[in-house]
Nanobody, 118 residues
């Protein structure tokens, strides 16, 4: 059974930091990139960042460049999203996803809420 389990969301003040984790199982981790998407109320889902499990190459949306860092621990099949200098506009449900061809998603996690207060 494919599982992508996010954790680490929560409530933080503007300027603060959070680290999201995505633990993957049930598929060959190295065959996929792992990405983070987010969806704020009333807005479309947005691709935030992605990392290739095979070569470590990364992608960041312009809105998070310089503030968010994605990393991968292949031994643990886990991907992290370090989010610094958080802004209220970063408030959203953050989803982890396994991606064979960005931004087309093969598998989704259940999501974790991130709320940034002003």
């Amino acid at each position: 059974e494919v599982q992508l389990v996010e954790s680490g969301g929560g409530l933080v003040q503007a300027g603060g930091s959070l680290r999201l984790s995505c633990a993957a199982s049930g598929f060959t981790f190295d065959d996929y990139a792992i990405g983070w998407f987010r969806q704020a109320p009333g807005k479309e889902r947005e691709g935030v960042s992605c990392i290739s499990s095979s070569d470590g190459s990364t992608y960041y949306a312009d809105s998070v460049k310089g503030r968010f860092t994605i990393s991968s621990d292949n031994a643990k099949n886990t991907v992290y999203l370090q989010m610094n200098s958080l802004k209220p506009e970063d408030t959203a449900v953050y989803y982890c996803a396994a991606v064979s061809s960005w931004p087309s998603v093969d598998y989704w996690g259940q999501g974790t809420q991130v709320t940034v207060s002003s």
